[in-house]
């Protein structure tokens, strides 16, 4: 199983990043995704999930209306599209696949977002 971020950097605040998620070795279709935040000296913080025909979505309150979260089940790839980017979005971002009750399985080594002037 393994689980491949990207499209982490530094951006300005106001700007636009989109993560990838690429994934393998499990069936991608059947599993629901998460995106999963780190920030300097905070704990874990639940971000967006994503149900396995992409009809159901859900979002943390910080991130509502900023962040998309979409998936290709062709690719095996799930997205996270980040826009009007904020000081406090500063965070290692992980995808996982989601197992239900708030827990998480397989994780992804996380890339990382950086948004500063």
């Known amino acids: 199983v393994q689980l491949v971020e990207s499209g982490g950097g530094l951006v300005q605040p106001g700007g636009s990043l989109r993560l990838s998620c690429a994934a393998s070795?499990?069936?991608?279709?059947?599993?629901?995704m998460s995106w999963v935040r780190q920030g300097p000296g905070k704990w874990l913080e639940w971000v967006s999930n994503?149900?396995?025909?992409?009809?159901?979505?859900y979002y943390g309150d910080s991130v509502k209306g900023r962040f998309t979260i979409s998936r290709d089940n062709a690719k095996n790839t799930v997205y996270l599209q980040m826009n009007s980017l904020k000081s406090e979005d500063t965070a290692l971002y992980y995808c996982a696949t989601y197992g239900g009750s708030g827990t998480f399985g397989y994780w992804g080594q996380g890339t990382q977002v950086t948004v500063s002037s």
């Open positions: 994503i149900y396995t025909d992409a009809s159901i979505t």
């Open positions: 070795g499990f069936t991608f279709s059947s599993y629901a």
